[in-house]
Nanobody, 122 residues
């Protein structure tokens, strides 16, 4: 079964940091761009960031620019999202997705994970 799996979510205080990871099962994540999305309760799933398959190009939503860093590790075959200076509005379920291109549109990603919960609260 072809799927991606996220990990690393949890509870963090405002101003804190978390690192999310994404790995693939049944295929090589190295051949795909990785997108990160998040969904807060009652809201649409929104694009957060993405990185190209080569790792040479990254993009960020304005709301996270300067605080989040997307990366990939070809030795571990994983994708990572480092989140710093977290705010309550960053809370939600974070999804990793694999696609051909680093794009904002959900429709352009082929494989999705089940998500990992991020709670930002004091």
């Amino acid at each position: 079964q072809l799927q991606v799996v996220e990990s690393g979510g949890g509870l963090v205080q405002p101003g804190g940091s978390l690192r999310l990871s994404c790995e693939a099962s049944g295929f090589s994540l190295d051949n795909y761009a990785i997108g990160w999305f998040r969904q807060a309760p009652g809201k649409e799933r929104e694009w957060v960031s993405c990185i190209t398959s080569s790792g040479g190009h990254t993009r960020y939503a304005d709301s996270v620019k300067g605080r989040f860093t997307v990366s990939r590790d070809r030795f571990k075959h994983t994708g990572d999202l480092s989140m710093n200076s977290l705010k309550p509005e960053d809370a939600g379920v974070y999804f990793c997705a694999a696609g051909v291109y680093c794009l904002e549109s959900r429709d352009r990603y082929d494989y999705w994970g089940q998500g990992t919960q991020v709670v930002v609260s004091s």
